[in-house]
């Protein structure tokens, strides 16, 4: 399976985690079947132009510095751009899956709301085309389908019900499963209660190890720590399940400074599995 991951804002440094260079307009391969890209409205345009024979415009735009006055002379023809360029993609067959990193839940919504806005504002031409096989792309869930992403705290929980509903009730596409990001698993070994300085000591006393009296106080405050932590994000959880019925795929916390090749074929498994776990009645 060949997966393509496009950019639209080049804040991610998901090329940093394969130890590859800064991503650019220009394909790279991060590992065999996994490329990625970025995506800007002005190179979007530029190549939009030379395909349609207008090179010789596309020059003059970039000399004299009149390409952003261009891509921004209609509101939301930025986004418009970029999601025409996604959608030739998906027409020629770039990859099995096509992953694009959209936006911020702040943006979102209007990145994805542009094509339609396109649609009411211009009637004819081929602006109006591009913006028409956008909105079909965005509206077939077999082609298209948003993938939020939160942490399990209030506020992110919350922005991100809020961005799900009016993703669905304004722009029209369909949601996919939620992924939970940095969840804290529970400590396992002691059937649900809280760790004590008792319980280290007898966890201790079975595996033959030694331990000072303020190593065991240590052990027994960071575990408190872990099953606090642990118990906030469920509830987080259960409260995104219950305000938004949507399958979850929990990944991880990771415990490191910084995320490589490794930390990313950790979060992949996870991925993989939680997927594995859910019904996707759109799945293929």
């Known amino acids: 399976m060949s997966v393509l991951i496009v950019e639209v804002e080049g804040k991610s440094g998901l090329a940093a985690c394969f130890d590859r260079p800064s991503l650019t307009y220009e394909e790279q391969e991060l590992r065999p079947g996994l490329r990625a890209r970025t ?6 345009l530029l190549e939009y132009l030379e395909d349609h024979g207008m090179r010789r415009i596309s020059r003059r735009l970039t000399a004299s510095g009149a390409l952003d006055v261009v891509s921004t002379a209609v509101p939301g023809m930025k986004d418009i751009l970029v999601l025409g360029k996604v959608k030739a993609l998906e027409r020629a067959n770039a990859a099995d899956l096509i992953v694009l990193d959209a936006p911020a839940a702040g943006h979102a919504i209007s990145f994805l709301m542009s094509a339609r806005g396109l649609l009411d504002a211009v009637r004819v031409g081929p602006i109006r085309k591009q913006a028409a096989d956008v909105v079909e792309l965005l509206s077939d869930p077999k082609r298209c389908q948003v993938m939020l992403v939160t942490v399990p705290e209030e506020t992110p929980v919350t922005e991100l019900v809020e961005t799900a509903f009016a993703i669905e009730d304004r722009a029209g596409v369909a949601l996919g499963p939620v992924v939970v990001n940095s969840y804290v698993p529970g400590l396992p ?6 760790w004590t300085e008792a319980s280290v000591r007898a966890e201790a006393e079975r595996v033959n190890a030694s331990l000072r009296d303020e190593e065991v106080v240590a052990l027994a405050s960071a575990a408190g720590f872990r099953s606090d932590w642990h118990r906030r994000q469920q509830l987080q959880c259960a409260r995104l399940a219950e305000r938004l019925p949507l399958p979850q795929i929990r990944l991880p916390f990771l415990f490191t400074a910084d995320i490589g ?3 990313v074929d950790a979060l992949a498994d996870a991925f993989t599995t939680g997927v594995g776990l859910i019904d996707l009645p759109n799945a293929s």
């Open 261 to 263: 090749p490794a930390e």
């Open 189 to 194: 070994g002691t059937g649900g209660t809280r």
């Open 39 to 44: 995506l800007t409205p002005d190179e979007a």
